[in-house]
Nanobody
């Protein structure tokens, strides 16, 4: 089992940047593919970005492509989401998620139901 704790959220003006972190504890972090999701009030939780176990492959939702960057540091047990050129529509609770993945299939997962573990979330608010 792995425990996930997000940090780095806050209030920022449109056009600004934030860097979210998700620290994992418990089992070996490199066993897990990781993802970021977000949920705005009244809306379903949606995929934002994902990274495979090794960190060699990433995938983004179209709405954030070119503005957000997901990365991981397996030695530190942390996954990051660098968010640039933020827009008011990026306002949401941001959640990291972990999916235990096999070495032989070092995949990326974009579906919410694929993930086994979730953090409590960190709020990002972008003012216009």
């Amino acid at each position: 089992q792995v425990q996930l704790v997000e940090s780095g959220g806050g209030l920022v003006q449109a056009g600004g940047s934030l860097r979210l972190s998700c620290a994992a504890s418990g089992r070996t972090f490199s066993r897990y593919a990781m993802g970021w999701f977000r949920q705005a009030p009244g809306k379903e939780r949606e995929f934002v970005a994902a990274i495979n176990r090794s960190g060699g492959s990433t995938y983004y939702a179209d709405s954030v492509k070119g503005r957000f960057t997901i990365s991981r540091d397996n030695a530190k047990g942390t996954v990051y989401l660098q968010m640039n050129s933020l827009k008011p529509e990026d306002t949401a609770g941001y959640y990291c998620a972990a999916k235990e993945a096999s070495v032989s299939a070092d995949l990326i997962f974009t579906r919410r139901v694929a993930y086994d573990y979730w953090g409590q979330g960190t709020q990002v608010t972008v003012s216009s």
